[in-house]
């Protein structure tokens, strides 16, 4: 059976949303039968028409749509809901589709504040409801390739860890010029009161911690705002000081001119390295302590949570779409009480207090100049 969902946002000219939904349908299971896809009424029929849903659950507000939805019969009413919003709105929405029995599936960061990630934390331990997050890196067969290796030894014991993550689209003061993207991101009360760090930042903390295993238990970050006239942030350098002793560096930026989508992942121990690049997400460079190196695709010879996420024969290429889907095959499973195969996973609501947690200690580190503790427990923790 198809899981029923409805989204919140991703109406007319949002990328995301429109990312979110072929995710979705990507493996057929999900439906979406319900959507508030924007705070302008019209553009939400509007989307709601281009995508042949009932008038009827295509809502003004999300309010309406968790009212409306809740008043439906068991086996019509939606199972899950996409939260496709700008930052501000991430908390308020999930707390009201949570607070009616609806599993939440929610882009990343969780929440704008720490207190607000903690709430849906202790809401979710409170309910038989799940609520995921769309770290999608950690959907690619490759990194979970790489997190398998780590955790099995591979590498030794870990020292050393650098993550990247470039982006040249806000080389200009793009939001100035009222392009819909870059306007909200640069607008504290919508965006939250980081930028480039919660948005691309948060993906690059989370896949340290996905591959490595490790938390961050000390950080030192510089943030800087490189373009004149912008508000908030749109570079960042991270020293990161890890569980056992590791060390990191973490930096993003999002005015490396020129810079498309780069995410690329290095770790380094005892006796090896590996190094994955989200520009050739389907190789794995392994890295022996003679210098010599290897490399290792999907398909045959991959672990199982590797093959899990795979789904086209080697060599065929396979990506971001299909890393977001991975998400939500493995929420599906989760919604209707399956045993997921080994290796599907999806990042939870703990993982996303923690990246939460994460910006929080970088903008006091930052303001401060100084180093600062970054050891957390989210509020009932998993396991």
């Not at 309406?64 to 908390?91: C, F, K, Q, W, Y």
């Not at 929610?106 to 903690?118: M, S, V």
Request: glycine share 12%; net charge negative; charged share 25%.
């Amino acid at each position: 059976m198809k899981v029923r969902y409805g989204m919140v946002g991703g109406g007319p000219g949002a990328f995301i949303g429109a990312v979110h939904r072929m995710a979705a349908a990507l493996d057929g299971e999900f439906e979406l039968v319900a959507g508030a896809f924007s705070a302008d009424s019209e553009k939400s029929r509007a989307m709601g028409r281009e995508l042949g849903l009932d008038p009827s659950r295509v809502y003004e507000s999300y309010e309406a749509m968790a009212d409306g939805e809740a008043a439906r019969a068991d086996d019509d009413r939606i199972e899950a809901v996409s939260i496709v919003t700008p930052n501000h709105l991430h908390h308020p929405v999930a707390r009201a589709f949570l607070e009616r029995g609806v599993h939440v599936i929610c882009d990343k960061p969780l929440t704008t504040t720490l207190d607000d990630a903690e709430d849906l934390c202790r809401l979710v331990a409170g309910a038989d409801r799940e609520l995921a997050v769309t770290y999608n890196y950690t959907g690619y067969p490759m990194v979970k390739e790489a997190r398998d290796r780590v955790g099995a030894g591979a590498l030794g014991e870990l020292r050393k860890v650098v993550v990247e993550y470039s982006q040249g689209w806000l080389s200009t003061l793009l939001e100035a010029q009222g392009q819909k993207q870059a306007e909200w991101r640069a607008d504290p009360e919508r965006a939250g009161p980081s930028s480039a760090l919660a948005d691309i930042g948060s993906h690059a903390h989370n896949i340290v911690r996905y591959v490595t295993g490790l938390e961050v238990v000390r950080l030192f970050a510089d943030l800087g705002t490189v373009v004149e006239g912008r508000s908030m942030e749109d570079d960042a350098n991270v020293i990161l000081e890890l569980e056992g002793g590791a060390r990191g560096l973490l930096f993003v930026s999002q005015v490396a001119t020129g810079e498309r989508n780069h995410l690329r992942l290095r770790v380094y121990g005892s006796t090896g390295g590996l190094d994955w690049s989200h520009d050739d997400p389907n190789r794995l460079r392994l890295i022996e302590a003679d210098g010599s190196e290897r490399v290792v695709f999907p398909g045959a010879g991959a672990s199982a949570a590797a093959q899990a996420a795979t789904r086209l024969p080697a060599g065929h290429p396979e990506g971001f779409i299909e890393a977001f889907a991975n998400i939500y095959g493995a929420v599906a499973q989760t919604v209707r009480g399956e045993a997921p195969p080994p290796g599907s996973d999806y990042p939870t609501v703990h993982d996303g207090a923690r990246g939460v947690h994460f910006i929080a200690k970088a903008l006091e580190s930052a303001a401060a100049g100084a180093w600062v503790d970054a050891d957390y427990t989210p509020p009932d923790p998993e396991g």
